[in-house]
């Protein structure tokens, strides 16, 4: 089974902090994702890669950093964090070569206060 | 980015009752998939549709994909309690990136 794991469940963070939020798949997937889920607003696209050292803006990319390093692993980097980036975050893989199914992790509810 | 429109937002039913969400595009979609999402879980892939006109059906749940590629639709008949979730459509633009309907929100009340 593929596995997406997200390094913390629950986060809370002061404002102004650098907070990492962590992603690893195990599955050797060309594509990473990363979402924020927020009520009513549905899965918004911060960033995405497609391979490693690649990476793209999504729709809502601003206050956002992300890393790939290495192709299993995807950072999301909250440079200054702020309330207004209170949210669930998702990270999300996929294989290349075609239309093929997202894989989520877990989820990390992050709070900043 | 591209706009992916799930309506409704929210629907409560009796159990047995009949679900039907709707996804709507403002532009010809390659694809399209769905997911579903259980209180306190994260996205799980249900089905893919690319075939305009195309009719699948898991148990219960019916996907169709219009016939101009541009909206879709699941349908669950009889609901049960096991079916309360968002569910989300998905559509991938050439860009390959995966845009994400707002989702709806399904209450099966007992």
């Known amino acids: 089974d593929v596995k997406v794991t997200q390094s913390s469940r629950y986060l809370v963070k002061r404002t102004g902090e650098k907070v990492f939020l962590e992603c690893v798949q195990d599955?050797?997937?060309?594509?990473m994702f990363w979402y924020r889920q927020d009520p009513g607003l549905g899965l918004r696209l911060i960033y995405f890669s497609y391979d490693v050292k690649m990476k793209e803006k999504g729709d809502i990319p601003e206050g956002y950093s992300v890393s790939r390093e290495k192709k299993e692993r995807f950072s999301l980097i909250l440079e200054s964090a702020s309330t207004n980036q209170t949210s669930m975050y998702l990270c999300a893989s996929r294989a290349g070569g075609g239309v093929t199914e997202a894989f989520f992790g877990q989820g990390t509810r992050l709070t900043v206060v | 980015g591209q706009q992916v429109m799930q309506i409704p937002q929210y629907q409560h039913v009796q159990e047995g009752e009949d679900f039907t969400t709707y996804c709507n595009s403002s532009?010809?979609?390659?694809?399209i998939q769905w997911y579903k999402q259980r209180p306190g879980g994260h996205p799980v892939f249900l089905i893919q549709?690319?075939?305009?006109?195309e009719v699948k059906k898991q148990k219960r749940l019916t996907f169709q994909f219009g016939e101009a590629k541009k909206n879709s639709s699941l349908h669950i008949t009889a609901t049960q309690t096991t079916d309360v979730g968002t569910y989300f459509c998905a559509a991938l633009n050439t860009g390959n990136q995966f845009y994400f309907g707002t989702g709806t929100s399904l209450t099966v009340i007992p």
């Open positions: 599955m050797d997937h060309e594509n």
């Open positions: 549709l690319v075939k305009s006109g």
């Open positions: 532009t010809t979609l390659s694809n």
